[in-house]
């Protein structure tokens, strides 16, 4: 089949039809993945955030091949598997401290849409309230299905789509790089952290059901929020009765140097959802973890909500390999993402050597380019932000 004519055929996530040819990837080994007219790239977007260990890496795809050869296939109902029991303990043992169960998915949408309806089922069960509302923040992504897009906050994630859920109400993000109340972090009296507390305020008792975010802002641009953000709106959320559903399917796992992005300030979040190279992207998966509380809903009930593939045998036997890999890299990440910080010249140095078709500066930059390879801040000085303005997208250098 002729690249036109395939072209014709796949719809993709954020190329037009009529945006011209997608670059084919054709093998990927570490770092490095090939088109195939054979030119060689660095994946600095590692995949799509999934592929932690690198590509090809024999210790996860071995696992995978030999559970596929073992059992290809059980649900999760009354049936499960060994790796899913052994996944949930291994998670358990990492996750902050109050997360005591672990529900498996196909991902991390299917993991904000598991954690809502928790958080409504949980929200009735605790406080006899209509607990409904679900408060995230304006610049957020959390997912794809209609559930998760209800609680993003881009408006052209939104647009086109409605009615979404009802009772979403939209907060400020902390943004100290674009202050939405126009305010600087020495003197800002932690108005974001105000925003919410106002927000539950206005609202009224009983009827907010959970805060969703992530604990770093990652999924639009890199927000690192401001050092007493998350003790005050965990309080506000406590105070009010609400949950606290922490999205870390970007930051968790190790990408912040910790294996979850809330021990930086000892969140203990109700709902935590993890995906993306939870299963060191050989294989979709994502997992909900949560408190003994929350699943204690399902004692004598069984949760009425699953997946066909969720928590497949394979995935989670990868996830396992995944997690070992990772335990021995995480050590070193608080380092690579200082030397990172030197960015603006070792930005600039990379994008001068490398293709650019899917550049992302480390996470630990901080550094505001969204994903489109354009700075998503007009007012950011930084080098590197200035070199990704100059660079199409999805035009690699030959
Ligand atoms: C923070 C965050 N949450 C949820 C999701 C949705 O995950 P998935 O695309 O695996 O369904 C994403 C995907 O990019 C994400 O970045």
Known sequence: MSEARGRDRLLTTGAALDAGPLLVIDRARGAFVWDEAGRRYIDALSGCWCVPV?????????????????????????????????????????????????????????????????????????TGDSRTVFMYRRGSYHGATLGATSVTGFEELRRGLGPLLPDTLEVEPPDCASCPFGASPERCGLQCAGAVEEAIKRLGPGRLAAMVAEPVAAAGRVQVPPAGYWPRVAAALRGAGALLILDEVLTGLGRTGRWFAAEHWGIQPDILVVGKGLAGGVAPLGAVLMTRQVSELFRSEPFAHGFTFGGHPASCAAALAT????????????????????????????????????????????????????????????????????????????
Request: charged fraction near 20%.
């Open 54 to 126: 690198g590509y090809g890496r024999p210790e996860v795809v071995g696992r995978l091949a030999a559970q596929l050869r073992r059992v290809s296939y059980t649900p999760l109902d009354w049936r499960s598997h060994r790796p899913a029991l052994e996944l949930a303990d291994a998670l358990v043992e990492k996750a902050p401290k109050g997360l005591e169960r672990v529900f498996f998915c196909s991902g991390g949408s299917e993991g904000v849409a598991t954690a809502l309806k928790l958080a409504r089922l949980s929200g009735r069960s605790r």
């Open 323 to 398: 997690l070992q890999l990772l335990g021995g890299l995480i050590g070193s990440v608080e380092a690579r993402g200082s030397a990172c910080v030197s960015c603006s010249s070792g930005v600039r140095e990379l994008t001068a050597r490398w293709p650019a078709s899917a550049f992302w500066p480390a996470f630990r930059c901080g550094c505001p380019l969204s994903g489109a390879g354009s700075c998503a801040s007009s007012r950011c000085k930084r080098g590197c932000c200035a070199a990704s303005r100059r660079m199409p997208c999805n035009s690699p250098r030959r």
